[in-house]
Nanobody, 120 residues
Framework: QVQLVESGGGLVQAGGSLRLSCAAS????????MGWYRQAPGKQRELVAS???????NYADSVKGRFTISRDNAKNTVYLQMNSLKPEDTAVYYC??????????????WGQGTQVTVSS
């Protein structure tokens, strides 16, 4: 199993910044990618940002230029720096890890989620 513990959510005014952290533990080997999804009430969960073990990154068009994903391999931690926040960024943010499980194949692991609220 992979355990993911998230932190850093909170309440911020529009234009402000937050940094989310996600620490991975357990069977962290064979993790191919990590990143962040978000989900607002009544909406689909959407991919916000992802990074591979090779440090390539991808961003949703809605956050590109404002959010930055990074990894600290020594700490087994992935970060999401969120700048110029907008009210539409309000959601529960979930950390995920994509891992090749020897028996189950490609497997997703999820954190518990952290609430980000951006006031106008």
């Amino acid at each position: 199993q992979v355990q993911l513990v998230e932190s850093g959510g909170g309440l911020v005014q529009a234009g402000g910044s937050l940094r989310l952290s996600c620490a991975a533990s357990g069977s962290i080997f064979s993790i191919k990618a990590m990143g962040w999804y978000r989900q607002a009430p009544g909406k689909q969960r959407e991919l916000v940002a992802s990074t591979t073990s090779g440090s390539s990154t991808n961003y949703a068009d809605s956050v590109k230029g404002r959010f930055t994903i990074s990894r600290d391999n020594a700490k087994n931690t992935v970060y999401l720096q969120m700048n110029s926040l907008k009210p539409e960024d309000t959601a529960v943010y979930y950390c995920y890890a994509l891992r090749i499980d020897p028996m189950r194949g490609l497997t997703n692991y999820w954190g518990q989620g952290t609430q980000v609220t951006v006031s106008s």
